[in-house]
């Protein structure tokens, strides 16, 4: 026995013997990992064998379908953990980079477990498999499972993060309780299946952080300050002239509540994709979300070929009314508790009239005043406070929404809907339908285009303003946007 295999004894053993883990929950694991008869045997005796399973000196038996049915299948989380840091910890395997692969490329997992189970039972390899043990019919019904934790008539449950396929789980009011959850976390646990449902069993993490080790405020009752820090959406040597844009001329700052103002067919759509796959791309301490809002199937696939179902929440004009104004306060909610952790995060609306016609026809909208369009008051008091939830903290933490809005549609209400979220945006983009018909992209008209109060300008949109835009047009601009490769390049064409 190597010097290791000692340490790892010695440590497995006091680990065992001192911990909460009853005998009962020792016995479920040397029943999966091959230990034979473990009911009959002491938890000492118990703990011998399972390190020299470990250790190769002894030999794993089947597991045995005689006798009456196994009461306790269930193997505590905590176990498997820590056993599996205590492997790593000791270095009780051999290394597995030198593992000859084959053609068909193998996780680093997989290589892992090659090399330590080359002379070792093939059980414990549930061990280093820990967080998906559904290799064992044993274990198959603990499983781990991510979910945005969501209260249903008084009862908590943690949703599918896409918001549309999957099972619900299950969550006690203790676990919410001693983890301190909120509504919109994303939750990573244990889960078992119940008589009726699935039901959470452990809370490993929160908004992929560890449970235990984070502490937050509350969004509501953070200090807001002017958006500052620039969100960069330009790489090196960028083509995009709409990238470009958005990085030299026009930047959106962490905590900006950004509106993006379009005619129909005028690219609004595009123009967010491409500011979300760039920012995705470029801003790697942001998280980047995106909500679409009664789009159809096609552009739905565009978005889904790149963000996650972490990231991309969606409804279809398929979808009913009812869903998606609940899918919209599904990601509101995720958003603002990744914000409660100090991080930047920057969230994509596509689009808000079409969010503000799904909550005119719920029944949370009626009871106001009815304006022009059909539109109740209630429903513009929710899309002003949903655009209105964006903002930087003095302390740590931002949230940054860019929403499209639609204009020229020919529908009084569309008018009423984009002016109240003027009112509470700080930076206004203007899309122009006579540059969308030229086929002249992106159509930004660069003139109608506002920023609010605390936010800096820079010296391309001063010199375009009150020189270049007056005499020469928003053509001659965006064709020299085009053509340059740095924002000192194209001051110089502009000038």
């Given at each position: 026995?190597?010097?290791?295999?000692?340490?790892?004894?010695?440590?497995?053993?006091?680990?065992?013997?001192?911990?909460?883990?009853?005998?009962?929950?020792?016995?479920?694991?040397?029943?999966?990992?091959?230990?034979?008869?473990?009911?009959?045997?002491?938890?000492?005796?118990?703990?011998?064998?399972?390190?020299?399973?470990?250790?190769?000196?002894?030999?794993?038996?089947?597991?045995?379908?005689?006798?009456?049915?196994?009461?306790?299948?269930?193997?505590?989380?905590i176990v498997l953990n820590t056993?599996?840091?205590?492997?790593?910890?000791?270095?009780?395997?051999?290394?597995?980079?030198?593992?000859?692969?084959?053609?068909?490329?193998?996780?680093?997992?997989?290589?892992?477990?090659?090399?330590?189970?080359?002379?070792?039972?093939?059980?414990?390899k549930l061990v280093l498999e820990?967080?998906?043990?559904?290799?064992?019919?044993?274990?198959?019904?603990?499983?781990?499972?991510?979910?945005?934790?969501?209260?249903?008539?008084?009862?908590?449950?943690?949703?599918?993060?896409?918001?549309?396929?999957?099972?619900?789980?299950?969550?006690?009011?203790?676990?919410?309780?001693?983890?301190?959850?909120?509504?919109?976390?994303?939750?990573?646990?244990?889960?078992?299946?119940?008589?009726?449902?699935?039901?959470?069993?452990?809370?490993?993490?929160?908004?992929?952080?560890?449970?235990?080790?984070?502490?937050?405020?509350?969004?509501?009752?953070?200090?807001?300050?002017?958006?500052?820090?620039?969100?960069?959406?330009?790489?090196?040597?960028?083509?995009?002239?709409?990238?470009?844009?958005?990085?030299?001329?026009?930047?959106?700052?962490?905590?900006?509540?950004?509106?993006?103002?379009?005619?129909?067919?005028?690219?609004?759509?595009?123009?967010?994709?491409?500011?979300?796959?760039?920012?995705?791309?470029?801003?790697?301490?942001?998280?980047?979300?995106?909500?679409?809002?009664?789009?159809?199937?096609?552009?739905?696939?565009?978005?889904?070929?790149?963000?996650?179902?972490?990231?991309?929440?969606?409804?279809?004009?398929?979808?009913?009314?009812?869903?998606?104004?609940?899918?919209?306060?599904?990601?509101?909610?995720?958003?603002?508790?990744?914000?409660?952790?100090?991080?930047?995060?920057?969230?994509?609306?596509?689009?808000?009239?079409?969010?503000?016609?799904?909550?005119?026809?719920?029944?949370?909208?009626?009871?106001?005043?009815?304006?022009?369009?059909?539109?109740?008051?209630?429903?513009?008091?929710?899309?002003?406070?949903?655009?209105?939830?964006?903002?930087?903290?003095?302390?740590?933490?931002?949230?940054?929404?860019?929403?499209?809005?639609?204009?020229?549609?020919?529908?009084?209400?569309?008018?009423?809907?984009?002016?109240?979220?003027?009112?509470?945006?700080?930076?206004?983009?203007?899309?122009?339908?006579?540059?969308?018909?030229?086929?002249?992209?992106?159509?930004?008209?660069?003139?109608?285009?506002?920023?609010?109060?605390?936010?800096?300008?820079?010296?391309?949109?001063?010199?375009?303003?009150?020189?270049?835009?007056?005499?020469?047009?928003?053509?001659?601009?965006?064709?020299?946007?085009?053509?340059?490769?740095?924002?000192?390049?194209?001051?110089?064409?502009?000038?």
């Amino acid at each position: 026995m190597t010097e290791n295999e000692k340490l790892f004894q010695t440590a497995m053993k006091a680990y065992l013997l001192s911990s909460e883990v009853s005998l009962n929950d020792l016995r479920a694991y040397g029943r999966v990992i091959g230990i034979e008869s473990p009911t009959k045997k002491t938890k000492p005796v118990l703990i011998d064998e399972i390190i020299a399973l470990f250790l190769g000196e002894l030999a794993p038996v089947p597991v045995s379908s005689k006798g009456a049915p196994v009461k306790n299948k269930y193997i505590q989380p905590i176990v498997l953990n820590t056993i599996n840091k205590i492997c790593e910890e000791y270095k009780v395997f051999e290394k597995y980079e030198n593992v000859v692969t084959e053609e068909k490329p193998i996780s680093e997992v997989e290589a892992y477990n090659r090399a330590f189970f080359q002379n070792r039972p093939q059980a414990v390899k549930l061990v280093l498999e820990s967080t998906t043990p559904t290799l064992y019919d044993e274990v198959a019904s603990h499983v781990t499972y991510k979910g945005q934790l969501h209260k249903i008539k008084e009862v908590f449950y943690l949703l599918p993060l896409n918001c549309n396929d999957g099972e619900k789980i299950l969550i006690s009011d203790k676990l919410v309780e001693e983890n301190d959850l909120r509504e919109g976390d994303i939750i990573s646990c244990w889960v078992a299946r119940g008589s009726s449902a699935l039901v959470a069993t452990q809370v490993l993490a929160v908004n992929e952080v560890l449970i235990g080790s984070f502490t937050r405020s509350r969004f509501e009752e953070g200090v807001p300050c002017y958006p500052e820090g620039k969100i960069a959406f330009c790489g090196e040597n960028e083509e995009n002239a709409t990238l470009k844009y958005f990085d030299w001329v026009s930047p959106i700052r962490k905590g900006q509540r950004t509106c993006v103002i379009a005619p129909p067919k005028a690219g609004k759509t595009q123009l967010i994709y491409d500011l979300a796959c760039s920012a995705q791309k470029n801003n790697p301490n942001v998280y980047v979300f995106v909500l679409l809002i009664d789009q159809s199937p096609e552009t739905v696939g565009k978005f889904r070929r790149v963000f996650g179902e972490n990231a991309l929440v969606y409804t279809t004009y398929e979808d009913d009314i009812e869903w998606q104004a609940f899918s919209a306060e599904f990601m509101l909610k995720r958003v603002m508790r990744y914000v409660e952790h100090g991080r930047d995060v920057l969230l994509f609306v596509d689009s808000m009239n079409a969010l503000a016609h799904a909550y005119n026809e719920t029944d949370a909208s009626l009871g106001g005043k009815t304006l022009a369009g059909g539109i109740e008051s209630k429903t513009l008091q929710y899309v002003k406070r949903f655009l209105g939830t964006a903002r930087k903290f003095e302390t740590n933490g931002s949230l940054t929404i860019v929403g499209a809005s639609a204009l020229e549609t020919g529908n009084p209400a569309d008018e009423l809907i984009c002016s109240e979220l003027t009112a509470v945006s700080n930076l206004d983009i203007r899309l122009s339908g006579e540059l969308a018909s030229k086929r002249i992209y992106p159509a930004i008209d660069h003139l109608q285009t506002r920023t609010g109060e605390g936010t800096e300008c820079t010296d391309l949109d001063i010199y375009l303003r009150n020189k270049f835009l007056p005499t020469h047009g928003a053509e001659a601009f965006l064709e020299k946007l085009f053509e340059s490769k740095t924002q000192e390049e194209l001051l110089q064409k502009l000038k």
